[in-house]
């Protein structure tokens, strides 16, 4: 027992001196390792008589947890006088402001995509989505495009197999509304197209288009003007005008393209619409009816119009970006720019 209390004594001693976690580690397992002074103490219990030796072990136990709580309040503090010195050592500014998060933003082109969704459905259009790899079929055969148009060709289309390009503009989901749905309807989609083209400031191989289309009882030009106009002063502000024009589509008869009086100078002329008034959005016209009759609608009861633009457009007038590229080269410095 004696033996008992001189070590824990001299261990005591030992773990105050211990000035550093590594000496208070040492001297730990000197103690209390396999090879320690308390181990050896446990195996002499073997030689003591039988009846001292609940007593010597009960008090060998006892003492052993001891000092393990000695060592483990000795290196919490040791732990502690580390860290204030680290920290001694480190200058701190506890004023010096946090780091801000950089929040992240829709892409301009998303924000555009949004204004112009929220103005159709307000038009009570409805919002469908068809795929980016279009079938022939759907791109150009069903749309009345001739075998030898020069929109079919490689040079202007990317082709992916003889039935599949990536679709060239995004009027091919008309005939997948056409094969599933009867009149009446108003819908749009929006999305990516592609186009094998020379890449400039107003040109992309890759660029986005919105395309609706209504076919009702009654449906005339004067529907499509009215749209348009309510879209464009949707998009644009409510003094905006719509201007058609003769043009050709094979999917529209009459086809016109439509351009609206430029917001900026409210159709006085400027650099925005090169002095000329107004600006060029797209394409539009009344459904061919050799299309409503491919599809089994009836002509004499059922019209309809459909319009076409490029999303591009839209920024690029806004915020008066000279050059298309932008849109993709996705540089934060230019996107930073469009705060939703
Ligand atoms: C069409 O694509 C027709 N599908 C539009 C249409 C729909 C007409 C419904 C009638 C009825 P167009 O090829 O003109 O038409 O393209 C429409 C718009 O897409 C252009 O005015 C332009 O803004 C945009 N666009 C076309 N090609 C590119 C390109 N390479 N890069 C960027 N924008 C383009």
Redesign the pocket.
């Known amino acids: 027992m004696n033996q008992i209390e001189t070590l824990v004594r001299k261990a005591e001693g030992e773990v105050n001196e211990a000035s550093t976690l590594k000496a208070l580690q040492e001297m730990q397992v000197r103690y209390l390792g396999r090879h320690g002074e308390f181990t050896a103490l446990l195996r002499a219990i073997g030689g003591l008589p039988a009846e001292e030796k609940p007593a010597f072990g009960k008090a060998l136990n006892e003492a052993k947890a001891r000092l393990e709580n000695i060592i483990e309040a000795r290196r919490a503090a040791l732990r502690k006088e580390d860290e204030t010195r680290r920290h001694a050592a480190e200058p701190q500014d506890l004023t010096m402001p946090g780091r801000r998060m950089r929040a992240g933003l829709p892409h301009v082109l998303s924000q555009a995509a949004d204004r112009i969704k929220a103005a159709l459905i307000g038009l009570g259009f409805e919002l469908i989505e068809t795929p980016e790899l279009e079938l022939v079929k759907y791109n150009f055969t069903a749309l009345n495009y001739p075998p030898d148009h020069p929109a079919m060709d490689d040079q202007d289309t990317f082709y992916v197999d003889d039935d599949h390009v990536m679709r ?4 091919p989901f008309q005939g997948r509304v056409f094969e599933e749905r009867r009149p009446p309807f108003r819908i749009f989609t929006i999305g990516r197209c592609f ?1 094998n ?1 020379a890449v400039d400031r ?4 890759t ?1 986005h ?1 919105v ?1 609706a ?1 209504m076919v009702d009882e009654g449906v005339s030009m004067a529907h499509l003007r009215g749209t348009l106009g309510a879209f464009a002063r949707a998009m644009f502000g409510p003094s905006v005008t719509v201007r058609f024009r003769p043009d050709y ?1 094979p ?2 008869e009459p ?1 016109v393209d439509f351009a609206i009086s430029c917001p900026f100078c409210e159709g006085e002329g400027c650099v925005v619409c090169k002095r000329s008034g107004w600006i ?6 009344m459904v061919h009816p050799d299309i409503l009759e491919n599809y089994d609608i009836d002509t004499d009861r059922y019209t309809g119009f ?5 999303v ?2 839209i920024p690029i007038m806004r915020y008066r970006i000279d050059d ?1 590229r932008l849109f993709m080269e996705n540089d934060l410095r230019f996107l930073e720019q469009f705060q939703a």
């Not at 060239?168 to 009027?171: A, D, F, L, Q, S």
């Open positions: 060239t503009h995004t009027t186009r083209e107003t040109h992309h191989h660029f288009q395309d289309f589509f999917f529209v086809g060029e959005l797209g394409g539009a016209g459909a319009f076409g633009l490029g591009e457009r298309l």
